[in-house]
């Protein structure tokens, strides 16, 4: 006589139209977010080149919408403590308009184009990668000095709204070059989660992007791409030479935001997937 309980079904009973409605309500595995950023990323590596220069270079514009809301606000609050945690959610604008926008981000693709690599590292691969990263870096730098020189010649901007813009702008210059590199590594790692989390969002994709955005801003990270609008400003208002902005604050933050996004983020995204995935 057997005296073993009866082992309990896995599965439970439920219609077709329950079961779809379970599916939609999971989160994706690791496994899944891995190929769909995996996907996405070797979509945009095989994107012509010119395509990519005019998403970057619109990047660069949109994400200049960082520090004219920054100003906006700064301009028109009180000088307190708290001022700064107010004018720091137009810090966010920029990112949602490029994020939500689909446009070229340098720092989104310290993650997004590095999984295909990762997955099959070959010098074709290493090719694309350093190809769609230079593309997307100029792009981006050349937005961004677009916009600050439309400030920097108040064509967009009063002479009050210039001020203040150059005000939230020096706060770079407290920074050395290596402070900046430090400080470019959590801005990096973080705007790389934000790829890993987008596909699992589920219509929250805004609140992922001002909210992870909002913590670069009030703990002074550097982002290279949003930073640089702030570095050429400075510059071609006389507040500090071509050389600072350059090696100063573009480069080491450029460093930076690669090490946090690739070398600990990207690398780690992939580590845990590594041993359960398909390269062949």
Known sequence: MNTQPDQEDDTTSLTPEENKAVAERRSGSAKVVHEVIRIQGDDELNRPALSLLCSGFAAGVGISASLLTEAF???????????????????????????????????????????????????????????????????????????????????????????????????????????????????GFLVASIAWILPNARGSEFWVVVMITYVIAIGGFSHVVAGSAEAWLLWLTGKASLGWALGGFIGPALAGNIIGGTGLFAVLAHGQVRDEINTD
């Not at 307190?80 to 945690?85: D, E, G, K, V, Y």
């Not at 004018?87 to 966010?92: L, M, N, P, Q, V």
């Not at 070959?122 to 981006?140: E, P, T």
């Open 73 to 187: 606000l700064h301009q028109r609050l009180p000088d307190a403590s708290w001022t700064p945690l107010v004018t720091s959610f137009g810090y966010c604008v920029g990112f949602v308009i490029v994020i939500l926008g689909n446009l070229q981000l340098f720092t989104e693709n310290t993650i997004t184009v590095v999984l295909p690599v990762a997955v099959k590292p070959s010098l074709g691969n290493f090719g694309r990668l350093g190809r769609l990263w230079g593309l997307a870096i100029v792009a981006n730098l050349a937005g961004t000095l677009l916009v600050a020189a439309m400030l920097a010649h108040k064509m967009i901007v009063s002479p009050e709204q210039l001020d203040a813009a150059v005000v939230v702008s020096a706060r770079l210059l407290d920074n050395d070059a290596l402070t900046t590199l430090l400080r470019g590594i959590p801005a």
